[in-house]
């Protein structure tokens, strides 16, 4: 079992590489793979080194997966080579992700649309990951009609550069502008770039995604991203509105059985989900579950995973690790 990481030295590329290690991903030769000016680096995986190689190398090679993170563009233009080569592309950009001869898979919501056939497999968007763990058992439940999102994002979903540039604003240091505006002590209701709609394409993920992966056009959806310094994940206040009436102690129970999903929900004892102690970790955590008095049928929620990890490394893994236990690669 050969695997690929595509942008193996970047930011999401070093936490799949963690992820592999941590899960004890069945591989037996991997093969990191990174931009021209990377190849020839050592990185160190499970107490081995490997020497990072480029893209057209790593196809000659015919992994049996490649995971890839490293931006559209470059998936465009790769996956497709790497597909003609036999190999299973798990890709974590947008490039993939609404075309529909493609799926896009959170693996304990829809895995099992996957078959052999399926060379290229989206990644959704972070924030898309996160809100429908959370959806999903309740959607089965009541019949979602409308979600309003406001998501609150840490600056790792951007990547290294943003991350210095909070590093020097702590500093006050000058250095390279990750964001048109100073990021510390500030929120940006700007995530991505803007659309002629007036939303960001983060929004229109959110919108987009989730209607794909619950298989449902009817879900109406909503959204408003905020970029805020923190680096331990996403956070997102969530009001759903249900076609049925709910319990809520049953919605919590709901939650609570889902894989993946962790109730923090304990107001008194003020116990609710928090980027600080989301970051490392795989579950998504859900807290602040209360009803909604001023519309029929509504709840709100509040919703904390670590980008880097189910937003984005683990979920890729978990997708390879479905391809092998039901031998579809």
């Known amino acids: 079992m050969k695997v690929a990481v595509v942008g193996a ?28 000016r990377s190849v020839g680096n050592k ?42 080569a036999g190999t299973t592309v798990i890709d974590n950009s947008s490039a993939w992700r609404m075309n529909p001869e493609n799926k896009l898979v959170i693996p304990e919501i829809n895995a099992d649309l996957l078959s052999a056939e399926d060379k290229i497999i989206a990644n959704p968007n972070c924030s898309t990951i996160q809100l429908l763990m959370a959806l999903k058992p309740l959607h ?84 408003t991203a905020i970029r805020i310094p923190v680096v331990g994940g996403h956070s997102e206040s969530v009001n759903i509105e249900f076609e049925r009436d709910f319990d809520e102690v049953e919605v919590r129970q709901l939650l609570n059985d889902f894989p993946g999903i962790k109730v923090q929900d304990n107001p008194g004892v003020n116990t609710y989900p928090m980027p600080i102690y989301a970051e490392g970790k795989d579950d998504v955590f859900v807290g602040r579950i209360r009803r909604d008095h ?25 997708i390879a690790e479905y391809l092998i236990e039901n031998k579809l690669v």
Not at 9 to 36: C, Q
Request: aromatic share 8%; proline share 4%; charged share 20%.
């Open 9 to 36: 030295t970047g930011m999401v590329g070093n936490v799949m590489l963690k992820v592999l290690e941590e899960r004890n991903f069945p591989l037996t030769e991997l093969i990191p793979v990174a931009s021209e």
């Open 140 to 223: 089965d439940a009541y019949r979602i009609k409308r979600v309003v999102v406001s998501t609150y994002q840490s600056i790792t979903g951007t990547g290294v550069k943003a991350v210095k540039q909070l590093e020097n604003e702590y500093a006050g240091a000058q250095g390279e502008m990750a964001y048109p505006y100073p990021i510390h002590r500030n929120a940006l209701p700007h995530c991505d770039v803007f659309q002629d709609n007036g939303y960001t394409k983060e929004e229109m993920k959110l919108t987009n995604e989730t209607k794909k992966i619950l298989g449902d056009d009817s879900v109406n959806v909503t959204a």
């Open 294 to 318: 001023s519309q029929p049928n509504s709840l709100n929620m509040w919703i904390v995973a670590d980008n880097l990890r189910k937003g984005a490394a683990t979920n890729a893994v978990q």
């Open 43 to 84: 990185i160190e995986f499970a107490g081995k080194e490997y020497e990072v190689v480029g893209l057209e190398t790593a196809v000659s090679m015919k992994p049996e997966i490649a995971l890839f993170s490293a931006g559209g563009d470059t998936s465009l233009e790769w996956a497709p080579k790497f597909a003609a």
